[in-house]
């Protein structure tokens, strides 16, 4: 669900965006179990990471190195020590998506016929690698691209139609986007919530398909 955070800034922050691939190659821990957690990144990935975290702070403050140094630097660590995914288990990650992509309500039947894995291990790994068994994951996903479609200046006719067929009624979608963004369709695209703006852009649900903007209007 969506979680509120305040912060006493202004701040800078850097950080990545890991799908549940590249968490499980970073990490090697069960999502459901370690997910929706703040924690030192020494404590689960070594002190290197946090003597380079010190160093690229160090090194931001005294003008020395750009944030888009910063990121660089963490992309080229993320790289050196992520470890390869089960094939099989990556296949799986993969087909998820597609999955979740196929549609705002897609059929739990249609997952279990693609997966070479029986419906019990699909269940298993699906809430491993992404931190919610697949009808919940699928409801998450419904809201939040129900979410950003709504943050578009305009919909596509099919878009609109496949909207008012993914929920019960306007009060269903309002309740479950307040549930898993946070907001109400209304205050998408708040001003005063530039986070949440920037993980509803369309670019963050690249692994699941979605309109770009050209496309919706």
Known sequence: MAAPF???????AIGAALSPL??????????????????????WLGEEI??????????????EISGHDCAMALCDYIGRVACPVNERHAELIRITNDWLGSSLNPKLSDLMERAAYSDRQVQRLVERYFGLPPQAL?????????ATLLSFP??????????????????????EIRLFVGRTPARLGDEESPYLNEMLDPKNLREIRMPTLDGAG
């Open 6 to 12: 305040m912060v006493d800034g202004p701040f800078h």
């Open 22 to 43: 590249g968490w499980a190659a970073l990490t090697g821990r069960h999502a459901a179990e370690d997910g929706n957690r703040l924690v030192r990144a020494a404590d």
């Open 50 to 63: 946090e003597q380079l975290g010190a160093q690229l702070c160090d090194g931001y403050r005294a003008g």
């Open 138 to 146: 699928a409801r998450k996903y419904r809201a939040i691209r129900a």
């Open 154 to 175: 305009v919909l596509t006719p099919d878009w609109e139609a496949q909207l008012a067929e993914a929920f019960f009624d306007q009060s269903h979608m309002i309740r």
